[in-house]
């Protein structure tokens, strides 16, 4: 089965009416559409994105009902294999992201993907390490639930593990499950510090399956080697006794670092940091400070 992108929503909703069935254990190609839902264009600038309707953002392509899929128990998602666009976005967006403050003005750059890498900067040259950003089952609760934030059923969680090889285990809340996803990037740092991965628009083969009364409390993830990085990195850090603050502080010491060993402009650091660099808890035992530290792989310094 193939399903074009042309089968979206904006919000999660357990009374969409589903766009095909799937028996447990089918395989199905879902189209999804970049996360700006063709808001932005290949040839888009920066006031693409100071004009960015939220209530547009994150389409997801389904539901698709999951054959006798209940309250309790488990969908088993396999992520086959995944196939991105030839182009993608990363913006800074006003008041969105972990350094809003800092960088208040809208901005976007738009890479060429193609031979394994994507382009934002001529020369930064970025692997592509395909992911789904938001991917999730409908809530039991009745009305319309913004697409934006994750819950416990799944949704925009942004992990940039769960792409090809990956599987992902949701609990189910209503009855054939009611799946739906988005949200593709071709590369996503841990954490996604500016609030945007390379964006992009994707072709996903999935299996489905489930496990009787087997829901997990929250979603569950088996990764796959592909998607971890291996390189010598530069790891920043941010130390104190809030964690948010000290990623913060992660993250500002490595666009600082990026910025000063390269000549980027701290805001296109910033980027990089968001598509490149992973985000870490590294230690949250010595009480009463916490490490996060931000890792960047030095091949892309140059």
Known sequence: MH???????TAWDNAIPPIASLAPGAEVTVETADA????????????????????RVNP???????????PGDALVVDVLDMTVGDWGWTANIPGFGLLADDFPD????????????AEPLPGLRVPVVPMIGTIGVAPPEPGEHSIVPPRRWGGNLDIRHIGPGARLVLPVGVPGALLSLGDAHAAMGDGEVCGTGVETEA???????????????TPVIETHPRA??????????????????????????????VAARTGMAPVDAYLLASIAADLKISEVVDAPNWVVSAHLELSLLG
């Not at 290949?42 to 994105?49: K, M, Y």
């Not at 809208?106 to 890498?117: D, F, M, Q």
């Not at 489905?208 to 009364?213: I, K, P, T």
Request: proline share 4%; aromatic share 2%; glycine share 16%.
């Open 3 to 9: 399903i074009r992108r042309t089968g979206v929503h």
């Open 203 to 217: 072709a996903v083969r999935l299996r489905v399956d489930l496990r009787r009364g087997a829901a997990p409390a």
């Open 60 to 70: 997801v392509t389904g539901p698709f009902l999951v054959e006798g899929a209940e």
């Open 228 to 257: 971890h990085r291996t390189g010598a990195a530069l790891a920043t850090t941010g130390i104190g006794p809030d964690l948010m603050r000290a990623a913060r502080d992660a993250t500002r010491a490595l666009v600082g670092e």
């Open 36 to 55: 700006s839902g063709g808001q932005i264009g290949a040839g888009a600038d920066a006031a693409a994105v100071a004009g960015l309707d939220f209530g």
């Open 106 to 117: 809208p901005h976007l750059r738009v890479s060429a993907i193609s031979g394994g890498v």
